[in-house]
């Protein structure tokens, strides 16, 4: 048999998740990711309006900035920014030089919303029609109650 002994139990409190993915091995992965993602947010500012839906920090590789753009268009356009986001990463401190793209064989998709639908007039009028008869008071001249629901009406 092996000598070998296994790790004694932590207490039994509970971490919030991401507290326990910074503490465990997978550290490195996390921690870079959440940093990916701030320096992202620091760059991101500094790209055209017309660019910066269209690309995203996909890693810091060396001394290259590496970003995903969705097409070849935009591919160019990133090439044209690079200087500028050369200098704003050297200001907060990276040793970048250079600012390489890839590009990605998906567009970027923000997720679908519902479509807000117009109501029609005649929507608008039903809708109306059956407020005044709920606000209406009732034959025997006492309003209706708070609820909104009339007493022996199956509602």
Known sequence: MSDSKSKPRRAGTAQPALQAALTDAATDPVRRALWLDALEQQLRPCLPPALAPHCRLANVAGKRLVFIVDSPVWHARLRLAAPELINVAQSIGLAVTEV????????????AQDPVVPVSEASRRGLQAALDLLSAPDSAGTPPPKGGHRKGRGC
């Open 100 to 111: 390489t793209a890839k590009t990605s064989l998906a567009p970027f998709v923000k997720p």
